[in-house]
């Protein structure tokens, strides 16, 4: 089976995959899979989970966004921020979550976009966490 290969770089750090069969990210207009040979491209991601096949093996990665870079022999992941599932601190996101779902309810005070932008990376990450 053709593989490539997978980098994913943040402002943090850097994550570099060999030998992937399959990856699938969230672009803003919906979900979207690579293979390898995968037509050349520039796609914008939103918050969401990437999904990373190697062999029989499957890795979660949750994002909040940032752009893919598709050639035919490698995928550049440029995201603002990229946790694997088993880097994700579940009772921080439960955290964030709650304080983000206490936000949207005390309207008056606080920016209920930004207040629902951080319950949906807390809900991604806590669904990144369970797999």
């Known amino acids: 089976m053709a593989t490539f290969s997978i980098e ?6 850097v994550i570099t995959e060999e030998n992937v069969s399959y990856l699938r ?3 803003v207009g919906g979900s979207f899979g690579v293979m390898a040979g995968h037509t050349d491209g520039i796609i914008a991601l ?3 989970e990437v999904k990373v096949e190697i062999g029989n093996k499957e890795k979660w990665i949750a994002t909040s966004g940032g752009f893919a870079d598709i050639s035919s022999e490698k995928v550049l992941l440029l995201l603002e921020t ?3 599932s088993f880097e994700i601190d579940v ?10 779902k206490d936000r949207i309810d005390d309207k ?3 920016d209920v976009f930004r207040a629902e932008a951080a319950l ?3 809900i991604n990450r806590l669904k990144i ?3």
Request: glycine content about 6%.
């Open 120 to 122: 949906i990376r807390a």
């Open 91 to 100: 009772e921080r996101a439960k955290t964030a979550m709650k304080r983000a």
């Open 8 to 13: 994913i770089v943040t402002p943090t750090h």
């Open 25 to 27: 990210c969230p672009g």
């Open 129 to 131: 966490a369970n797999r």
């Open 82 to 84: 990229a946790e694997q």
């Open 46 to 48: 939103s918050v969401g």
């Open 108 to 110: 008056c005070k606080i």
